[in-house]
């Protein structure tokens, strides 16, 4: 049966870093606080660089990877949350610079959820034999719409951008994407673009919102969406737990990872985190954590990784991959 196989990967963060003691002289807090409620202690923030130009840095490196030119890419999809502009798609500004002229472009906004969703995407276009190579990447430069007043935020996020290029093959690779919305909790993490503001309802203030979040109620989605999620994904590809290498989790608090971890009593160190350097990147977070892992040399082909994310929306997500890469 035809699919998409991850055939490059590649990520980019921006140089400058931000330590939990940077932010102690912005708000009241402190490494102690940040680092024992959510597993952060830096991340990375944006001089410069927008999230189109974190996301060409990716996707150059995973096209790189995949020893494949820009040029045979059939379709871009950029999964973000802080977009450079309303319109064009950041992807259109990516398919510029990286030159890759024979794409369609278009954005997928599924907050932290979005790589997931840019990944079911991906593979429903390769599986229905439209396209042979497709760019997913996730890319954020989420500092800009942070309230850097607000410590139940700043603390948390990062900037940052992972690519893949998925490639049609018959063998080893996505074996199945599940994504969902409950819409009900649409405004526990919110970030509001211009108000109506026209000729018959004339506004004050136009200004774009900025990040705000109701923690509480996200943590226990989380913590109740992960294992859900996972026991789904296990069950629909008819495998057990232990049969899994990894779980690579939306990198968001080492706390949620542990209580997800003993509900579905399997042990923490299944799940992979590079939480601590980064904080939470949303939507760049899983193919941020991917690429390190092949980087490191922790991924062998046959391997079962079980990806699984949550975010604004509140969108979760998962898939499962059996990894097939030269
Ligand atoms: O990608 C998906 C997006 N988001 C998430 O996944 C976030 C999910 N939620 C969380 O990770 C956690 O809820 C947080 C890390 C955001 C907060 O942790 P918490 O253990 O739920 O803390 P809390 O909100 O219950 O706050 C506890 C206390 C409060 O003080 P009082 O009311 O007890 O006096 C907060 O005001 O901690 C205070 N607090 C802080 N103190 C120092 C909140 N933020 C900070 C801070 N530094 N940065």
Same mark, same amino acid.
Not at 5 to 34: C, F, H, M, Q
């Given at each position: 049966?035809?699919?998409?196989?991850?055939?490059?990967?590649?990520?980019?963060?921006?140089?400058?870093?931000?330590?939990?003691?940077?932010?102690?002289?912005?708000?009241?807090?402190?490494?102690?606080?940040?680092?024992?409620?959510?597993?952060?202690?830096n991340r990375r923030i944006t001089k410069e660089e927008n999230t189109s130009d974190l996301a060409a840095k990716a996707a150059e490196k995973a096209l790189e990877n995949a020893k494949i030119s820009p040029l045979e890419i059939d379709l871009i999809i950029v999964a973000t949350t802080s977009p450079d502009a309303l319109t064009p798609a950041t992807a259109a500004i990516v398919q510029n610079k990286i030159g890759a002229k024979n794409?369609?472009?278009?954005?997928? %906004?599924?907050?932290?959820?979005?790589?997931?969703?840019?990944l079911k995407i991906a593979n429903s276009f390769i599986k229905s034999g439209d396209y042979n190579n497709i760019l997913v990447i996730g890319a954020e430069a989420l500092?800009?719409?942070?309230?850097?007043?607000?410590?139940?935020?700043?603390? %948390?996020?990062?900037?940052?951008?992972?690519?893949?290029? %998925?490639?049609?093959?018959?063998?080893?690779?996505?074996?199945?994407?599940?994504?969902?919305?409950?819409?009900?909790?649409?405004?526990?993490?919110?970030?509001?673009?211009? !108000?109506?503001?026209? !000729?018959?309802?004339?506004?004050?203030?136009?200004?774009l919102g900025k990040?705000?979040?109701?923690?509480?109620?996200?943590?226990?989605?989380?913590?109740?969406?992960? !294992?859900?999620?996972?026991?789904?994904?296990? &069950?629909?590809?008819?495998?057990?737990?232990? &049969? %899994?290498?990894?779980?690579?989790?939306?990198?968001?608090?080492n706390r949620i990872i542990e209580l997800a971890a003993k509900k579905l009593d399997v042990d923490v160190d299944k799940f992979y985190m590079n939480l601590e350097k980064y904080g939470n990147t949303s939507s760049a977070s899983i193919p941020l954590a991917l690429d390190e892992m092949n980087k490191k040399g922790l991924l062998k082909n046959g391997q079962k990784l079980a990806l699984v994310g949550f975010g604004g929306g509140l969108t979760y997500g998962s898939s499962l991959i059996i990894w097939n890469k030269n």
């Open positions: 049966m035809i699919k998409g196989r991850i055939a490059g990967i590649g990520s980019y963060v921006p140089e400058n870093v931000l330590t939990n003691e940077d932010l102690s002289k912005l708000v009241d807090t402190s490494d102690e606080w940040i680092y024992t409620r959510t597993g952060i202690s794409s369609a472009c278009f954005d997928v %906004l599924a907050a932290c959820t979005g790589f997931i969703y840019g500092s800009k719409i942070i309230d850097w007043k607000d410590r139940n935020t700043c603390v %948390l996020f990062g900037d940052g951008a992972g690519a893949i290029v %998925l490639s049609k093959t018959s063998g080893d690779g996505i074996s199945s994407v599940d994504i969902g919305t409950d819409g009900e909790k649409n405004e526990y993490i919110l970030c509001k673009s211009h !108000p109506i503001n026209n !000729p018959i309802n004339k506004v004050e203030k136009d200004i990040m705000s979040m109701n923690g509480k109620e996200v943590f226990k989605f989380a913590v109740n969406i992960i !294992p859900r999620l996972i026991n789904k994904l296990l &069950e629909d590809n008819n495998i057990k737990i232990q &049969e %899994l290498d990894y779980i690579v989790p939306h990198q968001a608090n």
